[in-house]
């Protein structure tokens, strides 16, 4: 049983592109959330996908985006990229009837230079 | 949800006993506590979770005292693959993401 997949695993853009990552949870889950972990800090939620809507969405602009797909597949855009923006991207999934547990994949790195 | 509080950073050597306490002053009555396990250039990984009271698994014990104010982790007999970064948190279910603090960097020396 594959766990939570991520693609790409690295990627080196420069300021102002767009990136897009992409996510594919674990067989069974079809809820999916997006966190961004800078250097040393520990990880901060982006949004939360359930049934292709954004649920719930933490303290980021508007240049961060996602979609969910009918097979409960998930992608995060950023636009505009800033050196900011230069992290480790981790997806997130879980079953619907929650036990507290997430299952992370192993991340995008993401470098803006 | 509560604030967490924890040590910055541990350092052990191999076949010790761990503990890390975690603060929760404000924890609230449906707040579950929750640790995960951070490997470098890899997602967190879920350890334990528990509610009060003493809760043991495979790889972990968690000690709640029963104010639940805080809880101690405890991993027995380290090992050098059991350095990483150890996050407590408070977990509510539904839909409430997970908040994530700076975590306990713990180095195990052989």
Redesign the interface.
Known sequence: DAG?TQSPTHLIKTRGQQVTLRCSPKSGHDTV?W?QQAL??????IF?Y?EEEE??R?NFPDRFSGHQFPNYSSELNVNALLLGDSA?Y???SRPNT??????????S?LTVL | LAKTTQPISMDSYEGQEVNITCSHNNIATND?I?WYQQFP??????II?GYKTKVTNEVASLFIPADRKSSTLSLPRVSLSDTAVY?CLM?F???T???????TRLSVIA
């Not at chain 1, 040393?40 to 939620?45: E, N, V």
């Not at chain 2, 250039?41 to 879920?46: D, I, L, M, T, Y």
């Not at chain 2, 993401?97 to 975590?103: E, N």
């Open positions: 939570v959330s966190y040393g800090q520990g990880p901060q939620f939360q359930y649920r719930q933490g480790l981790l997806c997130a929650y036990t507290g547990e997430l299952f992370f994949g192993e991340g790195r | 579950y929750t250039s890899q997602g967190p990984r879920f979770q996050y977990t279910g539904g839909n993401p997970l908040v994530f603090g700076k975590g």
